[in-house]
């Protein structure tokens, strides 16, 4: 890497590019797919639901891609870590990455499956359901965490999503490692339900035992525990993480440390148009806050800020700088 | 072809994913390019210009293209022929067009350069300014031209770009003939006044001889005749094609067969937000009128309703379906 200074995040994830179309709520019936989830899909399914669905726009993605891409557009020094293939969507990915001003130079797969992409069907209600085929990122492996990249980021970001392809839980076993090892914060998104049926167990041990900042919505942290209700949720997952952001859709978000118990507002939204990278964006906004040392009602803000301009239209990447939206809260 | 029922339009154009992305005038000005207008670029250029530009949307483009899906959305019968390579755009082109109802069976190339591009760079004025790259377009020829197709449709459209890629000029040349022969009618668009520029003499044979519907804008028309205002050309085209829709942008449009001149205001929009695929849509809205046996100022209406829809988002394709917009003029 050419700069050497100090990160305030690295990310780590799925590296996934996009394709976004609109779809009515029979065809995701049709499809039995479940609303506002994340599905794994194989590539021939994947092939199956690219044919039968409608014209669609290409955009970088994936979980942990757009939250870096946030910290960047707040200002932030941002990097990234996760596997393309070398083929055209990969330098899609790669482009836009480093054309938002992120680092990027993890090697691209010369064989293996494509570079990954994910369908998401944009229902009326601004919903987004994701189909997931995660193509080169199941390459990513231990082979690909840079000591020293990880040692000087402020806070190292790791998406539950990750945990999906066997080879990546070693790379973010061995990342969380190093950043702990340095004296850096650790941080993870829960990132979906079905994401946290299928790992609980070891999502559970990472957050009682290795992760500083944790980031869930509602259904997420409650699939973890196995409780019916938030607040329930709420009174578990405080004994365990430093810093708790749980977030709640149009009821705001929840940030919880110790006995402090911040409750932060959305920000308000003409019209909610496409939901996809909510979760991602306010992740950025806390993050970003997290990292030049802001309290943490300032960085519920900053994170509902983010997820405000995400959801005013299609797509998972802020349109404006965020530095620019953010000058009221940052003053 | 399962189907071997009559068309409304077949459309032969280059086949192009478009990038899209938003950039100040200072950047068109350090790269010299002229803004609103489509310039050629050669592969390593198109790599250089992306690298040097921000993050884009990646969308099926394509000037015919988007006319025939427009048509195709007016719930005309349309077909498209053009030719992307066996690559992953390549694959998001063929996608595009078919899951909006067009016809698309153009053998994709196996080999040589990859599915072509379109660079477009969107400035705060809503003007784009395009980077071609031509890539697999250049393997269209007159072996890509199915006489029974041609045959079959009412109207065959030609994009003016088309001549840009020598074999393709005679695929083209092969396509009108076989039109003709069939009693059909042959349409064409200038495209873009720099392309009137390389094919001059060209474009000006065909239009005295070959072409029945004529779409150009005012620089298009007037670079065609070399002429400096809009009533000089439009005096030398009526004496030459059966119609001429002539654009004017926020000044409407006028179309003209023999004596008769209708003038038709352009549709209003709230906010334009990115003029690419005006022109392709008031084309897609007049062939489709004229297909379905409307007179000319109803023709022109459908064209600003179809022109109006694009401008007023990031694309070139509509995002709903102009059927449902064009009941009020349609009836």
């Known amino acids: 890497m050419a700069d050497r200074g100090e990160l305030d995040v690295v990310g780590i994830g799925n590296a996934l590019v996009d394709v976004l179309t609109h779809a009515e709520e029979g065809f995701l019936a049709h499809q039995s797919l479940v609303k506002g989830t994340m599905h794994l899909v194989d590539e021939p399914r994947a092939r199956e639901l690219y044919d039968a669905m409608g014209p669609g726009v290409e955009m970088s993605g994936g979980s942990a891609a757009n939250t870096v891409v946030g910290v960047a557009s707040f200002g932030g020094r941002a990097h990234y870590v996760g596997k393309v293939r070398e083929d055209q969507l990969g330098e899609v990915?790669?482009?836009?990455?480093?054309?938002?001003?992120?680092?990027?130079?993890?090697?691209?797969?010369?064989?293996?499956?494509?570079?990954?992409?994910?369908?998401?069907?944009?229902?009326?209600?601004?919903?987004?359901?994701?189909?997931?085929?995660?193509?080169?990122?199941?390459?990513?492996?231990?082979?690909?965490?840079?000591?020293?990249?990880?040692?000087?980021?402020?806070?190292?970001?790791?998406?539950?999503?990750?945990?999906?392809?066997?080879?990546?839980?070693?790379?973010?076993?061995?990342?969380?490692?190093?950043?702990?090892?340095?004296?850096?914060?650790?941080?993870?998104?829960?990132?979906?339900?079905?994401?946290?049926?299928?790992?609980?167990?070891?999502?559970?041990?990472?957050?009682?035992?290795?992760?500083?900042?944790?980031?869930?919505?509602?259904?997420?942290?409650?699939?973890?525990?196995?409780?019916?209700?938030?607040?329930?949720?709420?009174?578990?997952?405080?004994?365990?993480?430093?810093?708790?952001?749980?977030?709640?859709?149009?009821?705001?978000?929840?940030?919880?440390?110790?006995?402090?118990?911040?409750?932060?507002?959305?920000?308000?939204?003409?019209?909610?148009?496409?939901?996809?990278?909510?979760?991602?964006?306010?992740?950025?906004?806390?993050?970003?806050?997290l990292s030049q040392g802001r309290d943490l009602p300032t960085c519920g803000r900053l994170g509902s800020l983010a997820a405000a301009e995400v959801i005013a239209h299609v797509g998972a990447r802020p349109m404006v700088p965020l530095a620019q939206l953010a000058g009221p809260i940052l003053g």
């Open 93 to 289: 990915f790669a482009h836009d990455l480093r054309a938002t001003g992120v680092g990027y130079d993890t090697p691209r797969a010369a064989d293996g499956p494509p570079t990954g992409r994910c369908l998401i069907l944009v229902t009326p209600d601004a919903q987004r359901t994701m189909s997931t085929f995660l193509g080169a990122s199941v390459r990513l492996g231990p082979g690909d965490i840079d000591r020293s990249l990880i040692s000087r980021a402020r806070i190292l970001y790791l998406e539950g999503y990750l945990f999906d392809p066997p080879a990546a839980q070693d790379a973010f076993r061995a990342a969380a490692a190093i950043a702990h090892a340095a004296g850096r914060k650790v941080s993870l998104t829960l990132s979906d339900p079905f994401c946290v049926g299928r790992h609980r167990k070891a999502f559970l041990d990472l957050v009682e035992h290795h992760v500083d900042i944790l980031f869930a919505n509602e259904a997420e942290i409650c699939a973890l525990y196995e409780v019916g209700d938030f607040d329930a949720a709420l009174a578990r997952v405080r004994g365990h993480c430093e810093i708790a952001a749980l977030t709640r859709s149009a009821k705001g978000s929840v940030l919880v440390s110790g006995t402090r118990v911040h409750i932060v507002d959305a920000h308000p939204v003409d019209a909610v148009v496409d939901t996809t990278g909510a979760g991602d964006l306010y992740a950025a906004g806390v993050l970003y806050g």
